[in-house]
């Protein structure tokens, strides 16, 4: 089966503009998360959806960070407008379901440098 | 909010060595996953445990879960170039997917 898909790989803006990440999840899967990893950490949870509502948006910066998935399938994150401590590697992960006794299958990621 | 504690923060051995590395929560574990991470890509699931006293392998990487002191390690015997990278653990913080994971530890192997 195909794995997690993300696009892009890499991304540099300058601060204050504004970007997008697009995740497309491994067919079947209702839960999808998004994850900032900072150079360094470990990778921190920013927003879990069951199908195409959020079920955990507790540590996603709202003033500055959106997500959506609206038709349940794939996803996509906006950083606007993005500062310099936003320079991180996003994942995106999807399980079959809602469950810590899920594996969770992690995309790529996207890398990005805000200059 | 649950913490995940890894040791080392990194580790350099020679290839042929074993080494190990472990993982502590502060709160209770639901699923205590191990993950291995190499630059610039996503992570790769290596195993996943449930219950106290489990322990579970995949060639020559073992894990070991004590459910009361909440705490994990991953063993690798003899270890070989293909052993290099960020190690980590995570484990659930609910039972719903609430996920967590701790700092890494990054394992270097040297000829």
């Known amino acids: 089966e195909a794995g997690v898909a993300q696009s892009p790989r890499y991304k540099i803006i300058e601060k204050r503009q504004s970007v997008a990440f697009w995740c497309n999840p491994i067919?079947?899967?209702?839960?999808l998360y998004w994850y900032q990893q900072i150079l360094g950490q470990g990778p921190k949870l920013l927003i879990q959806?069951?199908?195409?509502?959020?079920?955990?948006d507790s540590q996603l910066p709202k003033d500055r960070f959106s997500a959506e998935r609206l038709k349940g399938v794939d996803s996509t994150l906006k950083i606007q407008p993005a500062k310099l401590e936003d320079s991180a590697v996003y994942l995106c992960?999807?399980?079959?379901?809602?469950?810590?006794?899920?594996?969770?299958?992690f995309g790529p990621g996207t890398r990005l440098t805000v200059l | 909010s649950q913490e995940l504690e890894q040791s080392p923060q990194s580790l350099i051995v020679q290839e042929g060595k074993n080494l190990t590395i472990n993982c502590t929560s502060s709160?209770?574990?639901?699923?205590l996953y191990w993950y291995k991470q190499k630059y610039g890509e996503g992570l790769i699931f290596l195993m996943m445990?449930?219950?106290?006293?489990e322990e579970k392998s995949h060639e020559k990487i073992t894990a070991k879960l004590d459910e009361k002191k909440q705490q994990s390690s991953l063993h690798i015997t003899a270890s070989q170039p293909s052993h290099a990278g960020i190690y980590l653990c995570?484990?659930?913080?609910?039972?719903?997917?609430?996920?967590?994971f701790g700092a890494g530890t990054q394992v270097v192997v040297t000829p």
């Open positions: 067919s079947g899967h209702a839960t």
């Open positions: 995570g484990a659930g913080a609910d039972s719903w997917g609430k996920f967590q």
């Open positions: 445990l449930q219950k106290g006293g």
């Open positions: 709160k209770t574990l639901y699923g």
């Open positions: 959806f069951q199908n195409n509502g959020v079920v955990d």
């Open positions: 992960a999807s399980s079959r379901k809602r469950s810590t006794y899920n594996e969770q299958f």
